[in-house]
């Protein structure tokens, strides 16, 4: 690889500024609401910054570049839903959420409902959807760490792990805040450079490179083209072609020119294609092979229709139960500067979205050999240099590669940090010490499965850990700040029956994934059904159990609605969660502000 | 504080108005109290009423009853609005399939509305959720400041 040099020089100026920057922002965080809250005093639009530099994992900087050009236009509802939901978060949860005053969400849940079998439960899906969220990223450091440097995958997992857990172990959340504000102008600043010099030699030369679409709309190789797949795939084949092949087709050994009809193709892994100019790309099962259907929207019948609106569903409501997401929001110094950044994240994830669609576009052009592997999460990695072979887009290529290992820092350590966040709270006693080691096991859980667990679409993967945030806290939490009959039994209910219905969901994909595709798209899109359900089970079981209303759910709902002036709003209720040790904290202070100050705030 | 109010010789004593302010309700019944009559902030009153809301009087409930139903039906009204104006998308992508040829630009409009469309969109709404959300809370703390 040519680009290798220019990559990891820039790759590693992000990490060694990833490490400056955490190790400034620590040098003063030593209790525990430093590391879990970042002292509640970062301003909205910094906070802003670093929610988004959060948010925009993987799945945006790379996934969504790669789904445009193996889906078309219907992959645009990825960044349209990851948007909208925040708008819905925006709408319904941000503001009341800091007020409630809670650390993390099982916090939130024990405050409300007072249960603390519900807190455990909370607790048990807080991991699971961390955990899910994690493994892509990993997966996708490792894969773009391959790419650009053929280093072995295992390599990137670790290095980004390594550099997480040394971060968050030295200064929490107050670290990692200003790390993901720079982060976020970091990824802007390299998806958005490399869009408007490869657009403008897009439009400039047309036919440098590009491939041939013949008047059917058929994708043609523009080059003799050579290809090695990673995993196994199946393609799909629309018109006649000859080639050449070097492994395992269809099951059988092949060594030689290859002719292909029309209909699906199974080729093993690490078999090598070899392509003529001017033959027909085979694109992978799923995905539209001609161009017509590719510009087109909606052309996959009803259940693509019914795709579209399980997707729309997953992302809009499950932004709002992304714990990651939701324990910025606790950093904010009140319920109004936390609805302002929601509002900043909104116009940030707004400028940054345009940037992935272009590039996508554009490598439908150039890279039709990533349609064969299926591997298209490499697109806006290979595209500047596919372009440009020169010392342009190699270093273009490069600052693609530094943003998109931003990418996986940021969303990695916001993950690490809520997932050790209620670790350290509820499994273990909630010591700055117990934290450390709540990373540590994080990290270690991530590693192992990422190793573990087989390489999906990173966009798909994540889809999957939206659905389930739908189906459990999204409920929980519109109907715990909204709606005075909630119970904690039915709140634990419907935990189960939503969270459940997901992953019995997903693991019937997974199930069909490898004994040949017949699961029906409701199992690998559930939302549109699993949150309806949820959300029916919580009211119903809480109408049945009206009896277990929390008796101070009035002041609870007060609490959180009040306006801030007023002065409703408190901080983690040390009296109700709190460890020995921070009561005698908190006890301390009040006595020092007691007689430090007049008592008036 | 910008004038002397405390006896000579104790300068640094708060108001008692302020002192009586974190005091329990009871506490303060029994107490000698110097009156202020012109309380700028008008802190003593605001104080009555939140205790009300507080002490969760028929009062209290009803005002925050108001401003949580208000603030739900906004963001209903606008998240509902934004949800249902996506969720028409592709259904009118699906039945009426000349749309996708329909070229603005040079762009096909399908890609326009959803590629470009839906950011601004999000970001408008979200304003006018802000505007809307904080004058109701500034109206429910003028209410309470009467």
């Not at chain 1, 916001?414 to 209620?422: D, N, Q």
Request: hydrophobic share 50%; proline share 6%; charged share 15%.
């Amino acid at each position: 690889m040519i680009q290798t040099g220019w990559s990891l020089v820039l790759v590693g100026v992000m990490a060694v500024l990833t490490f400056l920057l955490g190790y400034v922002g620590s040098r003063r965080a030593n209790t525990t609401p430093d590391f879990l809250v970042a002292r509640r005093a970062v301003p909205a639009t910094r906070n802003a910054a670093a929610i988004s530099g959060e948010y925009l994992s993987a799945a945006s900087f790379l996934g969504v570049a790669g789904l445009v050009l193996k889906d078309g236009i219907d992959a645009l509802w990825y960044p349209i839903g990851f948007t909208a939901g925040y708008l819905a978060m925006m709408l319904f949860v941000a503001a009341p959420l800091r007020r409630s005053g809670a650390y993390t969400l099982p916090d939130f849940a024990e405050a409300r409902l007072g249960s603390l079998r519900l807190r455990k439960f909370c607790t048990f899906f807080v991991i699971c959807i961390g955990v899910l969220y994690l493994v892509p990223q990993l997966q996708s450091a490792g894969l773009t760490l391959n790419t650009i440097t053929g280093l072995p995958p295992w390599l990137g997992v670790v290095v980004v792990i390594a550099i997480v857990a040394v971060n968050v172990l030295g200064g929490g959340m107050r670290a990692i805040t200003l790390v993901q504000a720079f982060q976020y102008w970091g990824k802007l600043f390299a998806i958005a450079a490399p869009t408007f010099v490869l657009f403008v030699l897009f439009l400039g030369g047309p036919g440098n490179g590009a491939q041939p679409v013949d008047s059917s709309g058929v994708l043609r190789f523009p080059e003799d083209a050579k290809v090695t797949t990673v995993d196994e795939v199946r393609v799909r084949v629309d018109v006649a072609m000859e080639l050449s092949a070097t492994g395992v087709l269809n099951g059988s050994y092949a060594d030689g020119s290859v002719y292909w009809r029309p209909g699906l193709y199974e080729v093993g892994a690490q078999t090598e294609l070899r392509f003529t100019a001017g033959s027909p790309v085979p694109v992978v099962e799923g995905s539209p092979t001609s161009n017509h259907d590719w510009l087109r929207p909606q052309t996959d019948g009803l259940s693509g229709l019914f795709e579209t609106y399980s997707l729309i569903f997953a992302t809009f409501l499950g932004t709002m139960g992304l714990p990651h997401i939701l324990v910025r929001f606790y950093t904010n110094p009140d319920g109004r500067a936390a609805r302002r950044t929601a509002l900043h994240v909104l116009y940030l994830l707004g400028l940054f979205y345009l940037f992935p669609t272009v590039l996508g576009v554009i490598s439908r052009q150039y890279l039709p050999r990533l349609l064969v592997t299926g591997k298209t999460d490499t697109a806006v990695l290979l595209l500047p240099s596919t372009m440009q072979p020169n010392l342009l887009g190699q270093v273009l290529g490069a600052v693609v590669a530094a943003g998109a290992f931003a990418a996986f820092l940021s969303t990695s350590s916001g993950l690490v940090v809520s997932v050790a966040g209620v670790v350290s709270t509820d499994i273990l006693p909630g010591k700055v010490r117990d934290f450390r080691w709540a990373t540590v096991i994080t990290g270690g859980l991530g590693i192992a499965l990422a190793l573990a667990l087989p390489g999906a679409d990173a966009s798909l993967t994540v889809a999957m850990s939206f659905a389930l945030a739908a189906s459990t806290f999204c409920p929980l939490l519109l109907l715990g700040i909204w709606w005075r009959g909630l119970t904690w039994v039915g709140a634990m209910v419907g935990l189960v029956v939503g969270g459940g219905l997901v992953i019995g969901a997903q693991v019937v994909t997974v199930i069909s994934s490898y004994t040949g595709k017949w699961a029906a798209s409701v199992f690998s899109q559930p939302a549109l059904v699993t949150v309806p359900v949820a959300f029916l089970t919580m009211i119903m079981i809480s109408k049945l159990t009206a009896r277990r209303r929390p008796e101070d759910v009035s002041r609870i709902l007060l609490r959180l609605h009040a306006p801030d002036p007023l002065g409703f709003m408190q901080d983690r209720d040390v009296q109700r969660f709190g460890t020995a040790e921070e009561k005698a904290r908190q006890d301390e202070n009040k006595r020092r502000d007691d007689s430090a100050s007049p008592p008036l705030s | 504080m910008t004038s002397h109010s405390g006896p000579p010789g104790q300068p640094d004593q708060p108001q008692p108005a302020e002192r009586d302010a974190w005091l329990s309700v009871s506490a303060r019944k029994n107490r000698r109290r110097r009156v202020v009559l012109a309380d700028p902030r008008g802190r003593g009153r605001v104080l009555r009423t939140i205790i009300e809301l507080e002490e969760q009087t028929s009062v209290g409930e009803k005002l925050i009853r108001d401003l949580i139903r208000q603030q739900l039906r906004t963001g209903l009204l606008l998240g509902g609005g934004t949800l249902l104006f996506l969720a028409l998308l592709p259904v009118a992508f699906y039945l009426l399939p000349w749309l996708s040829d329909v070229q603005l630009l040079g762009v096909r409009l399908p890609w326009l509305l959803l590629g470009l469309l839906p950011f601004p969109l999000c970001y408008g709404v979200g304003y006018a959720y802000r505007g809307l959300a904080e004058r109701h809370e500034q109206d429910f703390v003028s209410s309470v400041d009467r």
